[in-house]
């Protein structure tokens, strides 16, 4: 029988969707309060690949990413989701907003091997990880660079979003170094 070992360390990355900049403000004032500093930050990127949200969120949404400083263990991502998702619906309580979904926020970690998004819908490639909660291995690292799966989403195919998540891999790489 093997023995159990731990998981290794991920860097824990948050990405923001919204059309409205003092939501993003909001929100990134909040998640690091929660979760620490950023240490790196993409965006805004135009987020035009599918009018998903249009309904909720209102059109010219914007998409920023922002990875944590500090490493998480990889079974945190289920609190973690459950977190994001009171904060959104915080957010959106907050104030006068002009649509009903201000910011969708979309936890994940990278580790050296891949990064693993969660979210609260099931579907066949994805595993629970904690009370209605899943996760997905959205990207694998494979020949020095990320790599998009079958059901990988279309904006996170973009080359922007895997030399951002190459970049996040590089300085937690370095922190396991010490």
């Not at 914007?62 to 957010?91: C, M, V, Y």
Request: hydrophobic share 40%; charged share 30%; no cysteine.
């Amino acid at each position: 029988m093997a023995d159990a070992r731990p998981s290794e360390p991920a860097r824990l990355v948050v990405g923001v969707l919204s059309g409205l900049p003092d939501a993003w403000a909001r929100a990134r004032e909040g998640l690091e309060a929660r979760f620490g500093s950023a240490e790196l930050e993409l965006g805004p990127l135009s987020f035009d690949q599918t009018d998903y949200y249009a309904s909720e969120m209102g059109e010219d949404l914007e998409r920023w990413f922002l990875a944590f400083s500090e490493p998480i263990a990889q079974h945190q991502i289920a609190g973690i989701k459950r977190e994001t998702n009171r904060f959104e619906a915080d957010i959106a309580a907050e104030g006068e907003w002009p649509v009903s979904r201000p910011v969708n926020l979309d936890p994940g970690y990278v580790t050296l091997g891949k990064l693993v998004l969660a979210t609260t819908k099931d579907q066949a490639h994805r595993i629970a990880v904690g009370e209605d909660i899943y996760a997905e291995v959205t990207l694998r690292f494979s020949g020095g660079s990320f790599e998009p799966n079958p059901w990988t989403y279309a904006d996170y195919r973009q080359a922007e979003y895997l030399q951002f998540f190459g970049r996040v891999r590089e300085r937690l790489r370095e922190q396991l170094r010490g």
